[in-house]
């Protein structure tokens, strides 16, 4: 039928036209953020912009969330109590017990090695020298880890107020090192062996370099060192200043390891404030042999650097290094070709350049590595209101994205995890898939009780019932502080040796579970009503037993979804002299758990095109399944592969995707499917 058709028509010389429908595929924008490209020729795999959904090597990734390790890192109130520098210590001992994580503030250093810290440590010992110095840059530092001749394991850490302090392994806190003339005690000597004390309160930086330990003095262009494996003697200037054409203090040392074509070696990074990178080769800087010299092997100006001290890090076989250029390597320096050429931050040094200059006079700035999720990250201060950012590039593809709304001051990864410090001494880790999961509040419950009966004992945190009551019985304490109304608690309690009868817990006036029996482990969550005072264990006449691990918490807040937005690259599939229409968008992506996503078209490079905010989904529970409604829809389920098509509108010569939504799951967008129409030359 359809060919007789068509032969009737051609009888009147009209041709049938062609499908006027077409349909493109955007790939996940794996390449990440690019800001270097023109908009008009940017690859598919690219991306305009993209927060919290990570390039990875299947697609999108979004990251994971951060919930509380620890809290109250807070002596005073008064002072500013962010944490800002995690310190993680390894031991060099296969017992793990001796390993350590260390938070430090403006007011000193926490040991928050334990999960869900209520109170942590103050790690100073009370005979240490006195930190004193709470304003910026108190708290941002940098450490090593360092063992000397003794086989004894140290961790120094020091930051531009509160000078050096040291940690030996399997000691109770942090104490300063002893500044003297003694053989033992840090020192400089002249030429008579005049002695005179170190400024140990001074060092504003520390670092190892082959054995030994090397410091900068606040406001100053030369560091010292010590000898071989040593933690303590006679230190001895090295001059840098005088090589720095560039000026400005002497910012840091760092370790890089390159293979310069005679094989492996380590080297020494000066690097000033005022731009100046000084490579330096050799094992022994008082070696004067032709054969054995320590001299400088290249110096190349970078653009000035942050106030910061922790603005290097070692990537592979690379050093990256931050600068007003962004981010520079050393091994594209030591070949003769240009900073800006190819950067590991090309892509986003548009952004990267202008971040650090407006920011360039504050000590937040930190690069580090995150090996257990592939990431490097770039830590830029906060200002005002503005939300929380960090530049993140996968190591794998050296693509970049930016998470958003991640409290973050300062960080490092510990045990195959990744910790954070935040705002009033509460320190992070990344995991899971919600934003701010907090910890439950501290143990109201105390043995402070208000009558003991005959037939109660109590032997540390057990609480025994003999069974001798003829009765109900109650043991009623008094609780450390009242109940906050219309907040949610959890009482919990465990049972053991339980002989017989029932057993349960009262709060004043507050509904309760019914009476169990049998030995286990008992909760129970209840909203107050009242500012209650007092809780009682309860058994019935025939109880017999023994309760404990007693506890009345404030639960903990179960965390948001996790936000997203991205928009793509702009493509034109029916070339750039023709309109197109978008009527429908899939959205491919794999999952496990729910998300609730937006998707537009955005066309001709509407860069600031606002994509309308959708429906939370839960924390707590998946929600139902939802059908697709044009540009919303819910995803659920276990973890496999989902494809939804949402419709479109608009007209314009090119088009992007941009997407918009939270998850409480680790999505991973694969790709959008397109079908458009296009006209002519409009």
Same mark, same amino acid.
């Given at each position: 039928?359809?060919?007789?058709?068509?032969?009737?028509?051609?009888?009147?010389?009209?041709?049938?036209?062609?499908?006027?429908?077409?349909?493109?595929?955007?790939?996940?924008?794996?390449?990440?953020?690019?800001?270097?490209?023109?908009?008009?020729?940017?690859?598919?795999?690219?991306?305009?912009?993209?927060?919290?959904?990570?390039?990875?090597?299947?697609?999108?990734?979004?990251?994971?969330?951060?919930?509380?390790?620890?809290?109250?890192?807070?002596?005073?109130?008064?002072?500013?109590?962010?944490?800002?520098?995690?310190?993680?210590?390894?031991?060099?001992?296969?017992?793990?017990?001796?390993?350590?994580?260390?938070?430090?503030?403006?007011?000193?250093?926490?040991?928050?090695?334990?999960?869900?810290?209520?109170?942590?440590?103050?790690?100073?010992?009370?005979?240490?020298?006195?930190?004193?110095?709470?304003?910026?840059?108190?708290?941002?530092?940098?450490?090593?880890?360092?063992?000397?001749?003794?086989?004894?394991?140290?961790?120094?850490?020091?930051?531009?107020?509160?000078?050096?302090?040291?940690?030996?392994?399997?000691?109770?806190?942090?104490?300063?090192?002893?500044?003297?003339?003694?053989?033992?005690?840090?020192?400089?000597?002249?030429?008579?062996?005049?002695?005179?004390?170190?400024?140990?309160?001074?060092?504003?930086?520390?670092?190892?370099?082959?054995? &030994?330990?090397? !410091?900068?003095?606040?406001?100053? *262009?030369? #560091?010292?060192?010590?000898? $071989?494996?040593?933690?303590? /003697?006679? @230190?001895?200037?090295?001059?840098?200043?005088?090589?720095?054409?560039?000026?400005?203090?002497?910012?840091?040392?760092?370790?890089?390891?390159?293979?310069?074509?005679?094989?492996?070696?380590?080297?020494?990074?000066?690097?000033?404030?005022?731009?100046?990178?000084?490579?330096?080769?050799?094992?022994?800087?008082?070696?004067?042999?032709?054969?054995?010299?320590?001299?400088?092997?290249?110096?190349?100006?970078?653009?000035?650097?942050?106030?910061?001290?922790?603005?290097?890090?070692?990537?592979?076989?690379?050093?990256?290094?931050?600068?007003?250029?962004?981010?520079?390597?050393?091994?594209?320096?030591?070949?003769?070709?240009?900073?800006?050429?190819?950067?590991?931050?090309?892509?986003?040094?548009?952004?990267? &350049?202008?971040? !650090?200059?407006?920011?360039?006079? *504050?000590? #937040?700035?930190?690069?580090? $590595?995150?090996?257990?999720? /592939?990431? @490097?990250?770039?830590?830029?201060?906060?200002?005002?209101?503005?939300?929380?950012?960090?530049?993140?590039?996968?190591?794998?593809?050296?693509?970049?994205?930016?998470?958003?709304?991640?409290?973050?001051?300062?960080?490092?990864?510990?045990?195959?995890?990744?910790?954070?410090?935040?705002?009033?001494?509460?320190?992070?880790?990344?995991?899971?898939?919600?934003?701010?999961?907090?910890?439950?509040?501290?143990?109201?419950?105390?043995?402070?009780?208000?009558?003991?009966?005959?037939?109660?004992?109590?032997?540390?945190?057990?609480?025994?019932?003999?069974?001798?009551?003829?009765?109900?019985?109650?043991?009623?304490?008094?609780?450390?502080?009242?109940?906050?109304?219309?907040?949610?608690?959890?009482?919990?309690?465990?049972?053991?040796?339980?002989?017989?009868?029932?057993?349960?817990?009262?709060?004043?006036?507050?509904?309760?579970?019914?009476?169990?029996?049998?030995?286990?482990?008992?909760?129970?969550?209840?909203?107050?009503?009242?500012?209650?005072?007092?809780?009682?264990?309860?058994?019935?006449?025939?109880?017999?037993?023994?309760?404990?691990?007693?506890?009345?918490?404030?639960?903990?807040?179960?965390?948001?979804?996790?936000?997203?937005?991205?928009?793509?690259?702009?493509?034109?599939?029916?070339?750039?002299?023709?309109?197109?229409?978008?009527?429908?968008?899939?959205?491919?992506?794999?999952?496990?758990?729910?998300?609730?996503?937006?998707?537009?078209?955005?066309?001709?490079?509407?860069?600031?095109?606002?994509?309308?905010?959708?429906?939370?989904?839960?924390?707590?529970?998946?929600?139902?399944?939802?059908?697709?409604?044009?540009?919303?829809?819910?995803?659920?389920?276990?973890?496999?592969?989902?494809?939804?098509?949402?419709?479109?509108?608009?007209?314009?010569?090119?088009?992007?995707?941009?997407?918009?939504?939270?998850?409480?799951?680790?999505?991973?967008?694969?790709?959008?499917?397109?079908?458009?129409?296009?006209?002519?030359?409009?």
């Amino acid at each position: 039928m359809s060919y007789q058709r068509k032969t009737t028509l051609g009888r009147y010389g009209m041709q049938l036209s062609g499908p006027t429908v077409a349909s493109y595929t955007f790939p996940a924008s794996i390449g990440g953020i690019n800001a270097s490209s023109s908009l008009m020729m940017m690859p598919p795999e690219d991306a305009i912009y993209t927060y919290n959904l990570m390039p990875s090597e299947y697609g999108m990734r979004l990251r994971k969330g951060y919930r509380e390790w620890a809290i109250n890192c807070v002596n005073d109130p008064t002072l500013n109590n962010d944490v800002k520098t995690i310190l993680p210590f390894e031991s060099n001992s296969r017992n793990l017990s001796f390993n350590r994580l260390f938070a430090v503030t403006s007011e000193g250093i926490w040991d928050v090695t334990n999960s869900g810290e209520l109170n942590p440590t103050l790690a100073i010992l009370p005979n240490a020298a006195a930190w004193t110095l709470n304003d910026d840059p108190a708290g941002y530092g940098v450490s090593c880890e360092f063992t000397n001749d003794a086989n004894q394991h140290y961790m120094f850490y020091a930051d531009g107020l509160n000078g050096l302090w040291q940690y030996v392994q399997n000691t109770s806190g942090w104490v300063q090192p002893v500044s003297g003339t003694a053989d033992t005690e840090w020192y400089t000597a002249d030429s008579s062996d005049n002695r005179t004390a170190f400024p140990v309160q001074d060092i504003v930086f520390v670092m190892v370099f082959k054995q &030994r330990i090397w !410091v900068i003095l606040e406001n100053d *262009s030369d #560091a010292y060192y010590l000898p $071989i494996a040593s933690v303590s /003697g006679q @230190l001895t200037k090295f001059v840098f200043g005088a090589k720095m054409p560039h000026g400005g203090n002497l910012q840091g040392l760092y370790n890089w390891t390159l293979d310069s074509g005679i094989g492996i070696d380590d080297y020494l990074v000066a690097i000033s404030r005022g731009g100046d990178v000084i490579i330096y080769q050799g094992d022994d800087p008082e070696a004067a042999s032709p054969n054995t010299p320590f001299a400088a092997r290249g110096i190349f100006f970078i653009g000035e650097t942050p106030a910061s001290r922790r603005i290097a890090v070692d990537y592979g076989p690379d050093l990256y290094i931050l600068s007003t250029y962004g981010l520079v390597s050393l091994n594209i320096l030591l070949k003769g070709e240009f900073i800006t050429g190819e950067s590991p931050s090309k892509k986003i040094t548009r952004f990267l &350049r202008e971040d !650090v200059e407006s920011g360039k006079n *504050s000590s #937040a700035w930190q690069i580090v $590595i995150n090996p257990s999720d /592939g990431f @490097l990250q770039i830590i830029t201060p906060k200002s005002g209101s503005e939300k929380y950012l960090q530049y993140n590039m996968n190591t794998q593809t050296q693509a970049w994205g930016f998470w958003e709304g991640v409290p973050i001051l300062g960080s490092n990864s510990f045990a195959g995890e990744y910790y954070m410090g935040g705002k009033d001494g509460v320190v992070y880790i990344y995991d899971g898939a919600a934003d701010g999961v907090t910890l439950p509040g501290p143990n109201k419950f105390q043995n402070s009780p208000v009558v003991v009966p005959a037939e109660w004992t109590v032997v540390g945190n057990d609480f025994i019932c003999d069974g001798t009551q003829t009765a109900e019985t109650q043991y009623l304490v008094d609780l450390v502080d009242p109940l906050e109304i219309g907040v949610e608690y959890i009482v919990s309690y465990s049972i053991k040796t339980n002989v017989a009868g029932e057993h349960s817990v009262s709060i004043g006036t507050e509904t309760m579970a019914n009476p169990s029996f049998g030995n286990g482990v008992y909760n129970h969550n209840f909203i107050s009503t009242s500012a209650n005072l007092q809780m009682a264990l309860v058994g019935n006449a025939d109880f017999q037993g023994t309760f404990e691990a007693v506890s009345l918490r404030k639960t903990g807040f179960i965390g948001t979804p996790i936000n997203f937005r991205l928009l793509t690259s702009f493509q034109a599939p029916a070339g750039h002299s023709n309109f197109s229409r978008v009527g429908f968008i899939r959205s491919i992506g794999l999952l496990a758990g729910s998300s609730s996503i937006t998707v537009k078209a955005v066309y001709d490079y509407d860069i600031s095109e606002y994509i309308s905010n959708n429906t939370p989904v839960k924390t707590k529970t998946l929600s139902t399944w939802d059908s697709a409604v044009w540009d919303l829809s819910q995803w659920d389920g276990s973890l496999e592969g989902k494809s939804f098509t949402y419709g479109a509108s608009g007209l314009g010569r090119s088009f992007a995707v941009g997407m918009q939504g939270n998850s409480n799951t680790r999505i991973n967008i694969l790709g959008w499917d397109i079908l458009f129409n296009s006209g002519g030359f409009l």
